[in-house]
Protein backbone atom coordinates (compact mmCIF):
# COMPACT_ATOMS: atom_id res chain seq x y z
CA UNK A 1 0.00 0.00 0.00
CA UNK A 2 1.11 3.26 -0.93
CA UNK A 3 2.90 5.55 2.15
CA UNK A 4 3.13 9.06 2.80
CA UNK A 5 4.81 11.26 5.11
CA UNK A 6 3.04 13.97 6.59
CA UNK A 7 4.43 16.62 8.68
CA UNK A 8 2.90 17.54 12.20
CA UNK A 9 1.02 15.23 14.67
CA UNK A 10 -1.25 12.54 14.04
CA UNK A 11 -4.98 14.00 14.07
CA UNK A 12 -8.02 11.98 13.34
CA UNK A 13 -9.02 14.01 10.27
CA UNK A 14 -5.69 15.33 8.62
CA UNK A 15 -6.15 17.53 5.30
CA UNK A 16 -2.53 16.56 3.44
CA UNK A 17 -0.91 20.68 2.51
CA UNK A 18 2.04 19.56 1.21
CA UNK A 19 1.82 20.06 -2.48
CA UNK A 20 4.18 17.67 -3.89
CA UNK A 21 2.28 14.73 -2.04
CA UNK A 22 -0.83 16.13 -3.14
CA UNK A 23 -0.14 15.94 -6.88
CA UNK A 24 1.70 12.08 -6.16
CA UNK A 25 -1.80 11.13 -4.20
CA UNK A 26 -4.64 12.88 -6.32
CA UNK A 27 -2.78 12.71 -10.25
CA UNK A 28 -0.27 10.27 -10.10
CA UNK A 29 -1.91 7.64 -8.45
CA UNK A 30 -5.79 8.85 -8.56
CA UNK A 31 -7.22 8.59 -5.03
CA UNK A 32 -11.12 8.29 -4.68
CA UNK A 33 -13.00 8.60 -2.14
CA UNK A 34 -12.32 5.75 0.71
CA UNK A 35 -9.24 4.87 -1.00
CA UNK A 36 -6.65 4.08 1.70
CA UNK A 37 -2.62 4.95 2.52
CA UNK A 38 -1.08 4.82 5.03
CA UNK A 39 0.63 7.87 6.64
CA UNK A 40 3.19 8.63 8.67
CA UNK A 41 3.46 11.76 10.88
CA UNK A 42 6.23 12.78 12.95
CA UNK A 43 6.26 10.02 15.82
CA UNK A 44 7.14 7.65 13.09
CA UNK A 45 4.05 5.60 13.49
CA UNK A 46 2.68 4.26 10.35
CA UNK A 47 -1.36 4.43 10.47
CA UNK A 48 -3.80 3.08 7.69
CA UNK A 49 -6.02 6.23 6.41
CA UNK A 50 -8.83 6.55 3.91
CA UNK A 51 -9.82 9.78 1.56
CA UNK A 52 -12.46 11.17 3.15
CA UNK A 53 -12.59 14.14 0.72
CA UNK A 54 -10.55 14.03 -2.42
CA UNK A 55 -11.58 18.01 -3.12
CA UNK A 56 -10.31 18.94 0.32
CA UNK A 57 -7.53 16.48 0.48
CA UNK A 58 -9.04 15.28 3.60
CA UNK A 59 -7.95 11.79 4.89
CA UNK A 60 -9.22 9.73 8.44
CA UNK A 61 -7.32 8.35 10.40
CA UNK A 62 -8.39 4.13 10.70
CA UNK A 63 -5.60 2.85 13.01
CA UNK A 64 -2.17 2.64 14.25
CA UNK A 65 -0.37 -0.36 12.11
CA UNK A 66 2.32 -1.87 14.40
CA UNK A 67 5.20 -1.89 10.92
CA UNK A 68 8.82 -0.83 12.74
CA UNK A 69 11.71 -0.96 10.26
CA UNK A 70 13.78 1.25 11.68
CA UNK A 71 17.32 -0.20 12.72
CA UNK A 72 17.94 -0.79 16.10
CA UNK A 73 20.46 1.91 16.25
CA UNK A 74 20.63 5.47 14.82
CA UNK A 75 23.19 5.57 11.99
CA UNK A 76 24.72 8.42 10.68
CA UNK A 77 26.66 8.38 6.96
CA UNK A 78 28.88 11.57 7.01
CA UNK A 79 30.90 11.86 3.38
CA UNK A 80 33.62 14.09 2.57
CA UNK A 81 31.94 16.26 -0.82
CA UNK A 82 32.25 14.02 -3.29
CA UNK A 83 32.01 14.88 -7.22
CA UNK A 84 28.83 14.70 -9.92
CA UNK A 85 25.79 13.18 -8.20
CA UNK A 86 27.61 10.57 -5.79
CA UNK A 87 25.14 12.37 -2.82
CA UNK A 88 21.80 12.09 -4.47
CA UNK A 89 22.92 8.09 -5.27
CA UNK A 90 23.45 8.13 -1.72
CA UNK A 91 20.57 9.84 -0.12
CA UNK A 92 18.37 6.77 -1.90
CA UNK A 93 20.76 3.95 -0.98
CA UNK A 94 21.28 4.72 1.95
CA UNK A 95 17.61 5.82 2.74
CA UNK A 96 16.84 2.72 2.27
CA UNK A 97 19.43 0.80 3.91
CA UNK A 98 18.10 2.46 6.91
CA UNK A 99 20.32 5.40 7.55
CA UNK A 100 19.20 7.98 10.39
CA UNK A 101 20.57 10.79 8.88
CA UNK A 102 23.19 11.77 5.92
CA UNK A 103 25.53 14.42 5.95
CA UNK A 104 28.70 15.54 4.30
CA UNK A 105 31.58 17.83 4.86
CA UNK A 106 34.41 19.33 3.05
CA UNK A 107 37.17 17.36 3.07
CA UNK A 108 40.75 17.86 2.39
CA UNK A 109 40.59 15.93 -0.50
CA UNK A 110 37.74 17.01 -1.97
CA UNK A 111 37.73 18.08 -5.04
CA UNK A 112 34.25 20.27 -5.94
CA UNK A 113 33.87 23.53 -3.63
CA UNK A 114 30.46 24.47 -2.33
CA UNK A 115 29.25 27.95 -1.26
CA UNK A 116 26.31 27.97 0.80
CA UNK A 117 23.82 28.94 -1.89
CA UNK A 118 24.73 25.82 -3.75
CA UNK A 119 24.41 23.71 -0.28
CA UNK A 120 21.24 24.88 0.67
CA UNK A 121 20.15 23.84 -3.12
CA UNK A 122 21.64 20.40 -2.82
CA UNK A 123 20.20 19.95 0.65
CA UNK A 124 17.03 20.48 -0.79
CA UNK A 125 17.26 18.17 -3.49
CA UNK A 126 18.86 15.37 -1.79
CA UNK A 127 15.87 16.02 1.16
CA UNK A 128 13.07 15.47 -1.69
CA UNK A 129 15.39 12.03 -3.24
CA UNK A 130 15.17 10.61 0.31
CA UNK A 131 11.75 11.16 1.12
CA UNK A 132 10.69 9.17 -1.80
CA UNK A 133 13.28 6.80 -0.91
CA UNK A 134 11.66 6.24 2.52
CA UNK A 135 7.98 6.14 1.35
CA UNK A 136 9.10 3.36 -0.91
CA UNK A 137 11.34 1.66 1.01
CA UNK A 138 8.49 2.08 3.99
CA UNK A 139 10.29 3.48 6.20
CA UNK A 140 9.02 5.24 9.82
CA UNK A 141 11.09 8.27 9.25
CA UNK A 142 12.92 10.47 6.61
CA UNK A 143 16.76 10.50 7.29
CA UNK A 144 17.85 14.56 7.67
CA UNK A 145 20.08 15.32 5.19
CA UNK A 146 22.63 17.93 6.21
CA UNK A 147 25.61 19.25 4.33
CA UNK A 148 28.60 21.53 6.48
CA UNK A 149 30.03 24.23 4.57
CA UNK A 150 33.29 23.65 6.67
CA UNK A 151 34.67 20.96 8.30
CA UNK A 152 35.05 22.67 11.83
CA UNK A 153 31.29 22.95 12.09
CA UNK A 154 31.02 18.76 11.29
CA UNK A 155 34.18 18.55 14.10
CA UNK A 156 31.59 20.47 16.41
CA UNK A 157 28.93 17.96 15.78
CA UNK A 158 31.05 14.32 16.89
CA UNK A 159 30.44 14.77 20.59
CA UNK A 160 26.43 13.36 20.02
CA UNK A 161 27.76 10.45 19.24
CA UNK A 162 28.25 6.74 21.28
CA UNK A 163 30.63 5.48 18.10
CA UNK A 164 32.29 6.97 15.41
CA UNK A 165 33.81 4.70 12.95
CA UNK A 166 36.27 5.95 10.09
CA UNK A 167 35.84 3.88 6.73
CA UNK A 168 39.86 3.86 6.03
CA UNK A 169 41.17 2.39 2.91
CA UNK A 170 44.46 1.45 4.60
CA UNK A 171 42.75 -0.15 7.46
CA UNK A 172 41.36 -2.44 4.61
CA UNK A 173 44.58 -3.27 2.98
CA UNK A 174 46.21 -4.01 6.48
CA UNK A 175 43.35 -6.46 6.59
CA UNK A 176 42.05 -4.76 9.84
CA UNK A 177 38.64 -6.57 10.64
CA UNK A 178 37.85 -7.09 13.88
CA UNK A 179 37.05 -3.00 15.39
CA UNK A 180 34.05 -2.82 13.20
CA UNK A 181 32.68 -6.61 14.44
CA UNK A 182 33.53 -5.44 18.17
CA UNK A 183 31.86 -1.96 17.66
CA UNK A 184 28.37 -3.59 16.27
CA UNK A 185 28.72 -6.22 18.89
CA UNK A 186 28.77 -3.32 21.78
CA UNK A 187 26.35 -1.41 20.59
CA UNK A 188 23.05 -0.70 22.59
CA UNK A 189 19.80 -0.50 21.03
CA UNK A 190 19.33 3.84 20.52
CA UNK A 191 23.22 4.07 19.98
CA UNK A 192 24.11 7.29 17.96
CA UNK A 193 26.88 5.81 15.44
CA UNK A 194 28.85 7.87 12.96
CA UNK A 195 30.45 6.12 9.91
CA UNK A 196 33.03 9.09 8.03
CA UNK A 197 33.70 8.37 4.62
CA UNK A 198 36.09 9.93 2.35
CA UNK A 199 35.58 12.05 -1.20
CA UNK A 200 36.75 9.99 -4.02
CA UNK A 201 40.26 10.82 -2.77
CA UNK A 202 40.08 9.56 0.85
CA UNK A 203 40.38 11.43 3.63
CA UNK A 204 43.72 12.97 4.70
CA UNK A 205 45.56 11.35 7.48
CA UNK A 206 45.65 14.88 9.51
CA UNK A 207 41.84 14.63 9.15
CA UNK A 208 41.92 11.45 10.22
CA UNK A 209 44.42 12.37 13.39
CA UNK A 210 41.52 14.35 13.81
CA UNK A 211 38.62 12.17 14.08
CA UNK A 212 40.70 10.25 15.91
CA UNK A 213 40.96 12.83 18.87
CA UNK A 214 37.30 13.05 18.81
CA UNK A 215 37.14 9.27 19.68
CA UNK A 216 36.81 7.90 16.37
CA UNK A 217 38.56 4.36 15.52
CA UNK A 218 39.43 3.34 12.11
CA UNK A 219 37.70 0.74 10.65
CA UNK A 220 38.33 -2.17 7.46
CA UNK A 221 34.84 -2.76 5.23
CA UNK A 222 36.64 -5.96 3.74
CA UNK A 223 39.60 -6.36 1.90
CA UNK A 224 38.21 -4.99 -1.53
CA UNK A 225 38.87 -1.45 -2.52
CA UNK A 226 35.50 0.13 -2.90
CA UNK A 227 34.37 3.44 -4.16
CA UNK A 228 33.11 6.42 -1.80
CA UNK A 229 29.81 5.91 -2.66
CA UNK A 230 29.83 1.75 -2.14
CA UNK A 231 31.36 1.96 0.92
CA UNK A 232 28.26 2.96 2.83
CA UNK A 233 26.00 0.73 1.27
CA UNK A 234 28.44 -1.99 3.01
CA UNK A 235 28.64 -0.09 6.33
CA UNK A 236 24.50 -0.22 6.18
CA UNK A 237 24.03 -3.66 5.26
CA UNK A 238 26.77 -5.04 7.75
CA UNK A 239 24.61 -3.30 10.49
CA UNK A 240 21.50 -4.52 9.83
CA UNK A 241 22.90 -7.42 9.41
CA UNK A 242 24.69 -7.89 12.91
CA UNK A 243 22.12 -6.29 14.49
CA UNK A 244 18.49 -7.06 13.03
CA UNK A 245 19.32 -10.04 11.43
CA UNK A 246 21.84 -12.47 13.70
CA UNK A 247 19.85 -10.90 17.20
CA UNK B 1 49.31 0.53 -8.17
CA UNK B 2 47.46 0.13 -10.91
CA UNK B 3 46.45 -3.58 -11.83
CA UNK B 4 45.34 -5.24 -15.25
CA UNK B 5 43.62 -8.50 -15.94
CA UNK B 6 45.65 -10.08 -18.78
CA UNK B 7 43.60 -13.53 -20.24
CA UNK B 8 46.42 -16.35 -20.55
CA UNK B 9 48.83 -18.11 -18.28
CA UNK B 10 51.90 -16.18 -16.94
CA UNK B 11 54.37 -15.97 -18.40
CA UNK B 12 57.83 -14.56 -17.68
CA UNK B 13 57.80 -12.11 -20.21
CA UNK B 14 54.58 -11.06 -21.72
CA UNK B 15 53.50 -8.60 -24.35
CA UNK B 16 50.03 -7.12 -23.80
CA UNK B 17 47.63 -7.78 -26.84
CA UNK B 18 44.34 -6.40 -25.55
CA UNK B 19 43.43 -2.62 -27.26
CA UNK B 20 41.62 -1.57 -24.61
CA UNK B 21 44.32 -2.83 -21.95
CA UNK B 22 47.03 -1.18 -24.39
CA UNK B 23 45.40 2.03 -24.32
CA UNK B 24 44.89 2.58 -20.87
CA UNK B 25 48.50 1.25 -19.86
CA UNK B 26 50.34 3.89 -22.62
CA UNK B 27 47.66 6.78 -23.70
CA UNK B 28 45.78 7.42 -20.00
CA UNK B 29 48.69 6.00 -17.71
CA UNK B 30 51.80 7.10 -19.93
CA UNK B 31 53.73 3.97 -18.61
CA UNK B 32 56.88 3.82 -19.80
CA UNK B 33 59.96 2.37 -19.08
CA UNK B 34 60.73 0.13 -16.23
CA UNK B 35 57.50 1.44 -14.95
CA UNK B 36 55.49 -1.08 -12.55
CA UNK B 37 51.82 -2.36 -12.50
CA UNK B 38 50.46 -5.53 -11.34
CA UNK B 39 49.13 -8.12 -13.90
CA UNK B 40 46.67 -10.73 -12.91
CA UNK B 41 46.42 -14.02 -15.30
CA UNK B 42 44.03 -16.47 -15.53
CA UNK B 43 45.75 -17.97 -12.20
CA UNK B 44 43.82 -15.34 -10.26
CA UNK B 45 47.39 -14.01 -8.49
CA UNK B 46 48.93 -11.03 -8.83
CA UNK B 47 52.01 -10.28 -9.71
CA UNK B 48 54.61 -6.76 -10.27
CA UNK B 49 55.83 -6.58 -13.40
CA UNK B 50 57.63 -4.05 -14.88
CA UNK B 51 57.69 -2.13 -18.91
CA UNK B 52 60.19 -3.87 -20.27
CA UNK B 53 59.43 -2.55 -23.88
CA UNK B 54 56.75 0.25 -24.53
CA UNK B 55 56.93 -0.06 -28.12
CA UNK B 56 55.86 -3.78 -27.94
CA UNK B 57 53.67 -3.35 -25.00
CA UNK B 58 56.31 -5.68 -23.41
CA UNK B 59 56.38 -6.49 -19.68
CA UNK B 60 58.57 -8.93 -17.57
CA UNK B 61 57.43 -10.15 -14.56
CA UNK B 62 59.29 -9.56 -11.08
CA UNK B 63 57.11 -11.21 -8.35
CA UNK B 64 54.46 -12.94 -7.03
CA UNK B 65 52.47 -10.69 -4.85
CA UNK B 66 50.23 -12.80 -1.64
CA UNK B 67 47.24 -9.91 -2.08
CA UNK B 68 44.06 -12.43 -1.99
CA UNK B 69 41.29 -10.05 -1.51
CA UNK B 70 37.92 -12.94 -3.13
CA UNK B 71 34.92 -13.86 -0.84
CA UNK B 72 35.47 -17.52 0.80
CA UNK B 73 32.56 -18.70 -1.07
CA UNK B 74 31.77 -18.35 -4.34
CA UNK B 75 28.58 -15.90 -4.83
CA UNK B 76 26.37 -15.80 -7.84
CA UNK B 77 23.96 -12.70 -8.19
CA UNK B 78 21.39 -13.89 -10.55
CA UNK B 79 18.60 -10.83 -11.20
CA UNK B 80 15.52 -10.99 -13.60
CA UNK B 81 15.90 -9.01 -15.83
CA UNK B 82 15.42 -5.23 -15.15
CA UNK B 83 14.72 -2.16 -16.84
CA UNK B 84 16.72 0.74 -17.79
CA UNK B 85 20.57 0.67 -16.87
CA UNK B 86 20.15 -1.47 -13.84
CA UNK B 87 22.24 -4.14 -14.80
CA UNK B 88 25.13 -1.59 -15.72
CA UNK B 89 24.90 -0.50 -11.84
CA UNK B 90 24.74 -4.31 -10.93
CA UNK B 91 27.69 -4.91 -13.02
CA UNK B 92 30.15 -2.38 -10.86
CA UNK B 93 28.92 -2.86 -7.36
CA UNK B 94 28.57 -6.73 -7.24
CA UNK B 95 32.26 -7.01 -8.72
CA UNK B 96 33.60 -3.90 -5.85
CA UNK B 97 31.71 -6.15 -3.58
CA UNK B 98 33.26 -9.81 -4.40
CA UNK B 99 30.60 -11.40 -6.51
CA UNK B 100 31.86 -13.73 -8.75
CA UNK B 101 29.36 -14.26 -11.49
CA UNK B 102 26.07 -11.81 -12.18
CA UNK B 103 23.83 -13.57 -13.86
CA UNK B 104 20.43 -12.14 -15.56
CA UNK B 105 17.34 -14.06 -16.80
CA UNK B 106 13.81 -13.64 -17.86
CA UNK B 107 11.36 -13.54 -15.02
CA UNK B 108 7.49 -13.44 -15.20
CA UNK B 109 7.60 -9.83 -14.38
CA UNK B 110 10.12 -8.65 -16.04
CA UNK B 111 9.05 -5.78 -18.50
CA UNK B 112 11.65 -5.61 -21.38
CA UNK B 113 12.53 -8.18 -23.61
CA UNK B 114 15.79 -9.03 -25.38
CA UNK B 115 16.41 -11.02 -28.05
CA UNK B 116 19.95 -12.65 -28.73
CA UNK B 117 21.30 -10.14 -30.18
CA UNK B 118 20.65 -7.29 -27.66
CA UNK B 119 21.55 -9.80 -25.08
CA UNK B 120 24.98 -10.65 -26.70
CA UNK B 121 25.96 -7.13 -26.81
CA UNK B 122 24.56 -6.25 -23.14
CA UNK B 123 26.24 -9.14 -22.09
CA UNK B 124 29.91 -7.26 -23.92
CA UNK B 125 28.94 -3.77 -21.82
CA UNK B 126 28.64 -6.08 -18.88
CA UNK B 127 31.78 -7.53 -19.09
CA UNK B 128 33.71 -4.79 -19.72
CA UNK B 129 32.25 -2.62 -16.78
CA UNK B 130 32.46 -5.92 -14.38
CA UNK B 131 36.82 -5.78 -15.53
CA UNK B 132 36.97 -2.05 -14.93
CA UNK B 133 35.76 -2.21 -11.67
CA UNK B 134 37.63 -5.66 -10.76
CA UNK B 135 40.64 -4.01 -12.06
CA UNK B 136 40.12 -0.55 -9.44
CA UNK B 137 38.55 -2.75 -6.76
CA UNK B 138 41.69 -4.58 -6.68
CA UNK B 139 40.07 -8.15 -7.45
CA UNK B 140 41.95 -11.32 -8.42
CA UNK B 141 39.56 -12.54 -10.75
CA UNK B 142 37.05 -10.85 -13.12
CA UNK B 143 33.20 -11.90 -12.25
CA UNK B 144 31.66 -13.52 -15.37
CA UNK B 145 28.64 -12.26 -16.73
CA UNK B 146 25.95 -14.46 -17.85
CA UNK B 147 22.49 -13.74 -19.37
CA UNK B 148 20.31 -16.51 -19.97
CA UNK B 149 17.31 -16.20 -23.32
CA UNK B 150 15.05 -18.22 -21.51
CA UNK B 151 14.48 -19.36 -17.93
CA UNK B 152 14.49 -22.81 -18.61
CA UNK B 153 17.92 -21.97 -19.53
CA UNK B 154 18.86 -20.17 -16.10
CA UNK B 155 17.14 -23.09 -14.43
CA UNK B 156 19.31 -25.90 -15.65
CA UNK B 157 21.69 -24.38 -13.88
CA UNK B 158 20.82 -24.13 -10.48
CA UNK B 159 22.12 -27.73 -9.83
CA UNK B 160 25.73 -26.64 -9.79
CA UNK B 161 25.46 -24.73 -6.04
CA UNK B 162 25.97 -25.56 -2.75
CA UNK B 163 23.03 -22.99 -1.33
CA UNK B 164 20.36 -21.52 -3.32
CA UNK B 165 18.68 -18.37 -1.94
CA UNK B 166 15.81 -16.45 -2.93
CA UNK B 167 15.44 -12.65 -1.73
CA UNK B 168 11.74 -12.69 -0.89
CA UNK B 169 9.92 -9.14 -0.28
CA UNK B 170 7.29 -11.00 0.88
CA UNK B 171 9.40 -13.20 3.41
CA UNK B 172 11.22 -9.86 4.42
CA UNK B 173 7.76 -8.63 5.75
CA UNK B 174 7.13 -11.26 7.39
CA UNK B 175 10.24 -10.52 9.76
CA UNK B 176 11.98 -13.75 8.50
CA UNK B 177 15.73 -13.44 9.52
CA UNK B 178 17.17 -16.59 10.35
CA UNK B 179 17.37 -18.13 6.57
CA UNK B 180 20.56 -15.91 5.50
CA UNK B 181 22.34 -16.33 9.07
CA UNK B 182 21.80 -19.63 8.97
CA UNK B 183 22.90 -20.36 5.69
CA UNK B 184 25.99 -18.42 5.87
CA UNK B 185 27.40 -19.86 8.68
CA UNK B 186 26.48 -23.12 7.48
CA UNK B 187 28.46 -22.68 4.39
CA UNK B 188 32.05 -23.44 3.85
CA UNK B 189 35.48 -22.08 1.93
CA UNK B 190 34.69 -22.83 -1.70
CA UNK B 191 31.24 -23.51 -1.47
CA UNK B 192 28.82 -22.24 -4.35
CA UNK B 193 26.05 -19.94 -3.49
CA UNK B 194 23.50 -18.22 -5.57
CA UNK B 195 21.11 -15.26 -4.51
CA UNK B 196 18.19 -15.17 -6.94
CA UNK B 197 16.45 -11.57 -7.37
CA UNK B 198 13.35 -10.62 -9.04
CA UNK B 199 13.11 -7.59 -11.70
CA UNK B 200 11.39 -4.66 -10.23
CA UNK B 201 7.69 -6.28 -9.63
CA UNK B 202 9.48 -9.36 -7.59
CA UNK B 203 9.07 -12.32 -8.69
CA UNK B 204 6.24 -14.22 -9.29
CA UNK B 205 4.71 -17.25 -6.94
CA UNK B 206 5.16 -20.03 -9.75
CA UNK B 207 8.74 -19.12 -10.34
CA UNK B 208 9.49 -19.08 -6.38
CA UNK B 209 8.29 -22.43 -6.23
CA UNK B 210 10.32 -23.88 -9.22
CA UNK B 211 13.14 -22.45 -7.31
CA UNK B 212 12.31 -24.30 -4.18
CA UNK B 213 11.90 -27.25 -6.20
CA UNK B 214 15.61 -27.10 -6.86
CA UNK B 215 16.19 -26.71 -3.60
CA UNK B 216 16.11 -22.98 -2.93
CA UNK B 217 15.38 -21.63 0.44
CA UNK B 218 13.30 -17.98 0.47
CA UNK B 219 15.25 -15.35 2.85
CA UNK B 220 14.07 -12.11 3.69
CA UNK B 221 17.18 -9.35 3.95
CA UNK B 222 15.95 -7.28 6.80
CA UNK B 223 12.54 -5.39 7.55
CA UNK B 224 13.26 -2.44 4.69
CA UNK B 225 12.22 -2.47 1.04
CA UNK B 226 14.84 -2.45 -1.38
CA UNK B 227 14.84 -1.70 -5.11
CA UNK B 228 15.72 -4.61 -7.17
CA UNK B 229 19.09 -3.47 -7.84
CA UNK B 230 19.73 -2.51 -4.08
CA UNK B 231 18.91 -6.17 -2.41
CA UNK B 232 22.27 -7.84 -4.21
CA UNK B 233 24.45 -5.22 -2.90
CA UNK B 234 22.76 -5.73 0.84
CA UNK B 235 23.37 -9.74 -0.04
CA UNK B 236 26.96 -9.37 -0.44
CA UNK B 237 27.53 -7.10 2.11
CA UNK B 238 26.51 -9.02 4.46
CA UNK B 239 28.55 -12.37 2.99
CA UNK B 240 31.76 -10.44 3.75
CA UNK B 241 30.77 -9.20 7.22
CA UNK B 242 30.08 -13.15 7.76
CA UNK B 243 32.56 -14.87 6.15
CA UNK B 244 35.56 -12.42 6.48
CA UNK B 245 34.59 -9.71 8.83
CA UNK B 246 33.34 -12.05 11.84
CA UNK B 247 35.73 -15.07 11.06
Redesign the interface.
Known amino acids: MQQYFVKGEAKSSVVIEDKDTVKHMFQVMRLAKDDQVVLVFDDGIKRLARVADENDHRFELIEELPD??ELPVNVTIACGFPKGDKLEFLAQ?TT???ASQLWAFPADWSVVKWDSKKIAKKVEKLQKIALGAAE????NRVPEVNLFASKAEFLAMLNQFDTILIAYEESAKAGE?AT??EALSKSSNGDQILFIFGPEGGLSPDEVAQFETKGAHKVGL??????AE?AP??AL??V???L???Q
Not at 136 to 139: A, G, I, L, Y
Not at 222 to 227: A, L, N, T
Open positions: QVKELGQSKRRLVGPRIMRTLYSVSFAEMQ
